[in-house]
């Protein structure tokens, strides 16, 4: 199972053009100006995203990780 931290997932995000556009907490919603949808990213940047969280960002964001 492929592990990766909160900041590297979110700076993967933000080079790809996305945007945050929304934070609550520890969740934050990005925006990307040219696909549609929305991401929603969950934890602080030292967190762990792995399993179904990580699968999930990269439908939502069509990204590989």
Same mark, same amino acid.
């Given at each position: ?13 933000l080079d790809d053009g996305w945007v945050?556009? *929304? ?12 696909? $549609?949808?929305?991401?929603? @990213?969950?934890? *602080? ?6 399993g179904w969280e990580l699968d999930s960002v $990269?439908?939502?964001?069509? @990204?590989?990780?």
């Amino acid at each position: 199972m492929k592990v990766l931290k909160t900041s590297a997932v979110l700076k993967a995000l933000l080079d790809d053009g996305w945007v945050v556009v *929304k934070i609550k907490g520890s969740h934050r919603q990005l925006t990307h100006p040219t696909k $549609s949808g929305k991401v929603t @990213l969950n934890g *602080k940047p030292s967190s762990d995203i792995y399993g179904w969280e990580l699968d999930s960002v $990269s439908k939502q964001s069509g @990204l590989k990780f």
